[in-house]
Antibody, heavy 120, light 107 residues
Framework: EVQLVESGGGLVQPEGSLRLSCSTSGFTFSDHYMDWVRQAPGKGLEWIGRSRNMANSYTTEYAASVKGRFTVSRDESTNSLYLQMDSLKTEDTAVYYC???????????WGQGTLVTVSS | DIQLTQSPSFLSASVGDRVTITCRASQGISSYLAWYQQKPGKAPKLLIYVASTLQSGVPSRFSGSGSGTEFTLTISSLQPEDLATYYCQQVNSYPLTFGPGTKVDIK
């Protein structure tokens, strides 16, 4: 059974940093691209970043809204995905989801999400 | 960036009704489109990919069609458990983008 479990959310001050983790199981982690998607309170879904798979050298892509501030990484030894968030802004307040990307390039499994609140 | 618009933004329908949601892309995306269902307080769930392929385990009352710039999600017979917000997503090019969502309510 595919499982994705996010952790690391919480309250952080503007300009602060936070690292989110996504623990995965039930599939061959190195074979899959992985995404981070966020949802601000009462708003829609926003794709923010991707880590490609081992065959594609774990290269990354980012949305313009987070490029240069957020970094997606992964640890194959623990089947974990990470999102390092620096220079946080109040508008980064959201539920952050990690999601597995299927071989057809769609988000077929999602975690339950972790809430990040950026406020002074 | 490719912008997606959805219509309507909200709809209310009765159990058993046929419901159609439209997603339009600002430029052609071939068939690189998915539909997701998000129930209140839950993570999104993949319903349809490559515009018209039903994800495993999704009820057959859901169907998708379209290509290029115009796509539709149809629920052939609305059920109470279909109360949710529905999002389209394009995976044709980066940055990946979602539509603003269509909230479906049950009368």
């Amino acid at each position: 059974e595919v499982q994705l479990v996010e952790s690391g959310g919480g309250l952080v001050q503007p300009e602060g940093s936070l690292r989110l983790s996504c623990s995965t199981s039930g599939f061959t982690f190195s074979d899959h691209y992985m995404d981070w998607v966020r949802q601000a309170p009462g708003k829609g879904l926003e794709w923010i970043g991707r880590s490609r798979n081992m065959a594609n050298s774990y290269t990354t892509e980012y949305a313009a809204s987070v490029k240069g501030r957020f970094t997606v990484s992964r640890d194959e030894s623990t089947n974990s995905l990470y999102l390092q968030m620096d220079s946080l802004k109040t508008e980064d307040t959201a539920v952050y989801y990690c999601s597995r990307v299927s071989r057809s390039c769609y988000n077929d499994f999602w975690g339950q999400g972790t809430l990040v609140t950026v406020s002074s | 960036d490719i912008q997606l618009t959805q219509s309507p933004s909200f709809l209310s329908a009765s159990v058993g009704d046929r419901v159609t949601i439209t997603c339009r892309a600002s430029q052609g995306i071939s068939s690189y489109l998915a539909w997701y269902q998000q129930k209140p307080g839950k993570a999104p769930k993949l319903l349809i990919y490559v515009a018209s392929t039903l994800q495993s385990g999704v009820p057959s009352r859901f169907s998708g069609s379209g290509s290029g710039t115009e796509f539709t999600l149809t629920i052939s017979s609305l059920q109470p458990e279909d109360l949710a917000t529905y999002y389209c997503q394009q995976v044709n090019s980066y940055p990946l983008t979602f539509g603003p969502g269509t909230k479906v309510d049950i009368k």
